[in-house]
């Protein structure tokens, strides 16, 4: 739909990891059509089926029976379905809308792969690739199974197919095999151990043509295109071979039988070669002749224009993206995680990329705003032009008469209603209508305080491994707290002498360290005094988030953090960001020398050990013409403090700090009490408890820039 | 490959000839300015949003008030219906945009909050997944619906945003500002895509895309309405003879019956042009202030229309037969 404005400059091939997707540990992925909706199966047997557009989950798939391994994901042709194959041998049919099991069935071997018909808008048949037998269709309604020919007996008698509705018994060695779907679906394209391809007719159970891959080396994939006029395959000498299809898209199955009749071959085997090369051209390979690696998830781009494909090798996240005609256009670098599995976007030019940490990375174009986007007139130019005036240019009087401003005629009929048929969906027929979204129902606000409050109130009461709620408490004056701008306060509180900051690990984008001491972590039960299932999740500021509206010594009442709590702090990633700090970080408002600093807008971290943790914001604040200083921090501390004191950072001369009794505050008067400072870093400790008020001289009458600070005695 | 400027399809066949539109209801029921008015996309429901800090949803076809949707602090000043009908976005003065259920138990939902100065547009994307508002604080704001999550904020323009809207497909929106700009934004990264200026425009006090996306509706406060084809820059057709030079008044387009431009006045009226000819067919008097919003019903010929403080009513129009 943007298509018109897109600059036709900028590349069609992402470049840089965008965003990431983090739920759960997630093997598997697969787009929807449209690329509206991405779902991903995850090692706990649940598939996750996020909406691609909000990058938030829409839905969440699983099967009390089933907490395997998920080992891959498909589509319905009009996304009204998902199969689900899993590593305890079972297949599983959802109803993507309603979210409910339709048919769920457990064949003998594990399903690596596992295809959707595509000719159906409710199939219920599908092609399943098992660890090491031959592939077969199943109804997976039904339940019953037909396993295909994977192999052409060399005796040439005839075709012979492999042990028809008969499991593989231990003397036939398969190794794993792979098979697709050809468009429609009359056709499937099977990959062998020997290096051959097998086009087979699944209604009759019959080899029709066979096309031998020149190594004759194990085929481990192979891959349609969207539009069916291009077949992948990926060998284990390390090559990824395009094919050109060449039967037509509809029917594809009776013109091979129109071949057979035509072709006079005596020997079966020569018969299914000759019939092989009227299907399949071998029209470009790809290989990475130096390094040799080995390929994993190879799969085309939305369009076929572009051919991507992983790295397996250890430890390394390289993508691979070639143009068709065979030029290596780039290489993408992610972190250093194995790539597990790979998708183009049907209709954007993203990459999907799933990580063994199970993180999904999503690849998008640097885009950058041209200088066109900000004036109209200005066209974009791939290189320098030389420009030839026009004759009257630079006349004083010009001769011609400036041609008339606008070449549209007013009276032209416009068309605000229909809608070019968009040209990658060509085949759509819009008899059945397509599921793209999920109806995106607003989650009440109310549930999220209830969970918290059973996560807390189901907490043992651990002795001394708990830690104290924090007993300072910082209220905002009378009329300024009922006032949403009021400045927030440049405060911090902390402890003096306090032990170091807790050791503290972050969640998100682990590395392969992090998921060791994660597992380290889980073997030691004893660590925690409380069973992990009861950690609840603080979201920092409930709804409002991490930033500087919000009382956060408030928002610490009556809560108490225990080991394995986590929390969550999510926040506008442009204005604020987040970084966990030790006691003399937090003092300072110094980020540098503690555990990194994090702004992706959603951040969690997960309490390990007992103690005091730090964390602050480090951004400039977005309020500093209300607030103390140009240079707001916010700070806040959890945990037990027997002192602490306030430090205010302002811009020496804006403004200067007083602090005053409950008079002085009132009447915004500094004379009579414990003198002004202006150093625009001042520090208070606090050593009684009670009230204290603090103001700006300058500001407090007119910008109500005061604040009250209670400090509670110790518990 | 987009044919913008000459059509190659044949002539389309004559289009059915003006029927006038005739009062049949007025709506009382606020007790301030009504500031905008909206029938819901499976043309059942009628909702409405007013200075006096609420909104009421109204049944469209017996035309009478169903509920009235309190929480807001301040002014109401435009509200959004998803597009399963189920959920109404309101903005208000309040700095916040609340989720409202339009059935029964009509719970607020949800309170976005983010935007630091008075919401003043938003509108769902076609998935309703989205929303995005446009504020005073010159920012525009894309939230998730189902969290509330601010997911973006862009800062759109030099001065208060006026209106916000999605494309057909959701890959866009547009954006009006006092700053007398027009930009064109990329739903999924926030990137400007492009900017429309006239030099000699003053402020842009509404822009709408049409209904297959490949336009824009734009008013602008020197009693203008235009329509421009954005991927070109250029102007297809510009409607005039109403009143519009201090309020950001909403127009529609009326695609049940022929096409028709539809907006509000200053001078009390609700005008109608002819889509192509762009000539005035009807002028619609009875209200007795600025006509402030007007809606067109997704499938009768019915228009709503809402005025400002001297005369509070939303005012529903029918074609004759």
Redesign the interface.
């Known amino acids: 739909?943007?298509?018109?404005?897109?600059d036709p400059l900028q590349g069609d091939f992402p470049e840089v990891i965008?965003e990431y997707l983090e739920h759960g540990i997630m093997k598997c992925i697969a787009f929807n059509r449209r690329g509206?909706l991405l779902a991903a199966g995850c090692a706990d047997g649940t598939c996750i089926i996020w909406?691609f557009?909000?990058?938030?989950i829409?839905k969440e798939l699983q099967d009390k029976d089933c907490n395997a391994a998920i080992t891959s994901v498909c589509w319905s042709k009009y996304g009204h379905r998902i199969l689900v194959s899993a590593s305890d041998k079972s297949l599983i049919l959802w109803d993507v809308l309603s979210g409910e099991k339709i048919a769920r069935t457990t064949l003998e071997q594990t399903v690596l792969q596992a295809r959707l018909h595509p000719g159906s808008s409710t199939p219920s048949l599908c092609l399943a690739c098992p660890f090491s037998s031959a592939p077969m269709i199943v109804d997976i309604i039904s339940g019953t199974t037909t396993v295909l020919p994977v192999l052409i007996s060399e005796a040439g008698n005839g075709i012979a197919p492999n042990a028809r509705s008969k499991t593989p018994d231990g003397s036939t060695t398969y190794s794993p095999s792979t098979a697709c779907f050809n468009k429609f679906g009359d056709l499937v394209y099977t990959g062998n151990s020997k290096g051959e391809i097998l086009i087979i007719d699944h209604e009759k159970v019959q080899v029709r043509a066979l096309v031998p891959v020149s190594s004759g080396s194990i085929i481990r994939n192979i891959v349609f295109s969207r539009n069916g006029q291009y077949l992948l395959t990926n060998t284990n000498d390390r090559m990824i071979r395009i094919y050109e299809n060449l039967l037509p898209m509809k029917d594809a199955h009776k013109v091979l039988d129109e071949l057979h009749e035509t072709l006079d071959e005596a020997d079966e085997v020569e018969k299914l070669k000759a019939a092989g090369t009227k299907c399949l051209s071998l029209v470009q390979e790809f290989q990475d002749s130096i390094n040799r690696i080995q390929w994993k998830a190879p799969c085309f781009s939305g369009d076929g224009e572009w051919v991507i494909s992983g790295s397996a090798s250890r430890g390394e996240h390289k993508i691979y993206i070639w143009d068709r005609a065979g030029h290596l256009v780039k290489i993408l670098e992610g972190p250093k995680e194995a790539l597990m599995d790979l998708a183009w976007h049907p209709v954007h030019p993203l990459i999907v990329s799933v990580s063994l940490t199970g993180l999904v990375y999503i690849w998008?174009k640097d885009?950058t705003?041209n200088w066109s986007?900000?004036?109209?007139?200005f066209k974009e130019l791939e290189e320098n032009e030389e420009y030839v005036e026009r004759e009257d240019e630079f006349d004083l009087m010009p001769e011609t008469e400036k041609v008339k401003e606008?070449?549209?005629?007013?009276?032209?009929?416009?068309?605000?209603?229909?809608?070019?048929k968009d040209s990658a969906f060509s085949d759509s027929d819009m008899s059945q209508e397509e599921l793209?979204?999920l109806?995106?129902?607003?989650?009440?606000?109310v549930p999220e305080q209830q969970e918290k409050c059973v996560g807390s109130s189901s907490k043992l009461p651990d002795g001394n491994q708990s830690e104290s709620p924090l007993s300072v408490e910082a209220g905002q004056n009378g009329h300024a707290a009922n006032n949403?701008?009021s400045p927030l306060e440049a405060m911090e509180n902390s402890v003096a002498g306090e032990t170091e900051g807790t050791r503290l690990k972050r969640r998100r984008r682990p590395s392969e360290k992090g998921l060791e001491l994660q597992a380290e972590k889980t073997k030691k039960p004893s660590k925690t005094m409380k069973p992990s299932a009861f950690a609840t999740q603080y979201i920092v500021g409930d709804?409002?988030g991490w930033n500087t509206?919000v009382d956060y010594y408030a928002w610490l009442e009556g809560k108490t953090f225990y080991v394995g709590d986590v929390l969550v702090f999510?926040y506008?990633k442009?204005?604020h960001n987040v970084a966990m700090v030790d006691a003399s970080g937090y003092n300072n408002c110094n980020a540098d020398s503690n555990y990194g600093l994090y702004d992706t807008g959603y951040d969690t971290f997960t309490l390990t050990t007992p103690g005091d943790v730090y964390f602050i914001c480090t951004k400039a604040g977005?309020l500093c013409t209300r607030g103390w200083s140009s240079n707001l921090l916010i700070c806040f501390l959890f945990g037990f403090s027997s002192r602490c004191r306030a430090v205010f950072s302002y811009v020496k001369g804006d403004h200067n700090v007083a602090m005053v009794d409950v008079a002085g505050c009132n009447n915004c008067n500094a004379d009579s009490n414990y003198g002004v400072y202006d150093t625009g870093y001042d520090v208070f400790t606090l050593t009684a408890p009670g009230d204290v008020y603090f103001i700006c001289t300058y500001h407090c009458d007119y910008a109500d820039q005061k604040l009250k600070v209670t400090v509670q005695p110790s518990p | 490959?987009?044919n913008s400027?000459?059509?190659v399809?044949p002539?389309?066949p004559s289009p059915p000839k003006f029927k006038p539109y005739r009062h049949l209801k007025t709506l009382t029921g606020h007790s301030r300015a009504v500031s905008c008015v909206k029938f819901s996309n499976d043309g059942t429901l009628l909702a409405s949003a007013s200075l006096d800090k609420t909104l009421i949803i109204w049944s469209s076809s017996s035309l009478s008030q169903l509920h009235r949707l309190v929480g807001h602090s301040d002014g109401v000043s435009d509200l959004a219906w998803?597009s399963?009908s189920?959920?109404i976005c309101s903005a208000s003065d309040d700095?916040t945009l609340r989720?409202w259920s339009a059935r029964p138990p009509f719970?607020c939902?949800?309170?976005l909050?983010?935007h630091?100065h008075a919401v003043f547009c938003v509108n769902f994307?076609p998935?309703?997944?989205?929303i995005a508002s446009g504020s005073f604080d010159e920012t525009i704001r894309v939230w998730?619906?189902?969290?509330?999550?601010?997911?973006n904020?862009i800062k759109a323009h030099s001065m208060p945003l006026t209106s916000v809207h999605f494309?057909?497909?959701?890959?866009?929106i547009v954006s009006g500002s006092h700053d007398g700009s027009c930009k064109?934004w990329?739903?999924?990264?926030g990137?400007?895509?492009?900017?429309?200026?006239d030099d000699k425009v003053p402020a842009v006090s509404f822009a709408k895309f049409?209904?297959?996306?490949?336009?824009i509706l734009v008013a602008t406060l020197n009693n203008t309405l235009k329509?421009w084809?954005?991927?070109t820059?250029?102007?297809?057709?510009?409607y005039l003879g109403h009143q519009n030079s201090s309020y950001c008044i909403m127009s529609t387009?009326s695609?049940t019956n022929g096409?028709y431009i539809v907006s509000g006045s200053e001078d009390h009226c609700v005008c109608i042009w002819d889509?192509?000819?762009?000539n005035m067919l009807q002028k619609l008097e009875g209200h007795k202030d600025t006509v402030i919003c007007v809606t067109c019903h997704p499938t009768e010929n019915k228009i709503a229309s809402a005025s400002l403080d001297n005369d509070r009513t939303v005012r529903v129009w029918v074609q004759e037969r």
């Open positions: 739909m943007n298509a018109p404005i897109i965008e509206t909406d557009e909000t990058r938030g829409a998008a885009y705003e986007a900000f004036a109209p007139d606008s070449d549209v005629n007013e009276d032209d009929p416009v068309d605000i209603l229909n809608v070019e793209c979204f109806p995106a129902i607003p989650c009440p606000e949403a701008s709804d409002s509206e999510s506008v442009t204005d977005s | 490959m987009a400027g000459a059509p399809q002539p389309p998803s399963d189920q959920y700095r989720i719970d939902l949800k309170t909050k983010g630091a994307n998935q309703s997944e989205l998730e619906t189902k969290t509330g999550r601010c997911l904020v494309n057909r497909d959701g890959s866009l064109i990329d739903t999924q990264n990137t400007l895509l492009k900017t429309l200026i049409s209904p297959n996306g490949k336009f329509l084809n954005y991927s820059g250029k102007f297809l057709k510009i387009f695609v096409k889509l192509q000819g762009k």
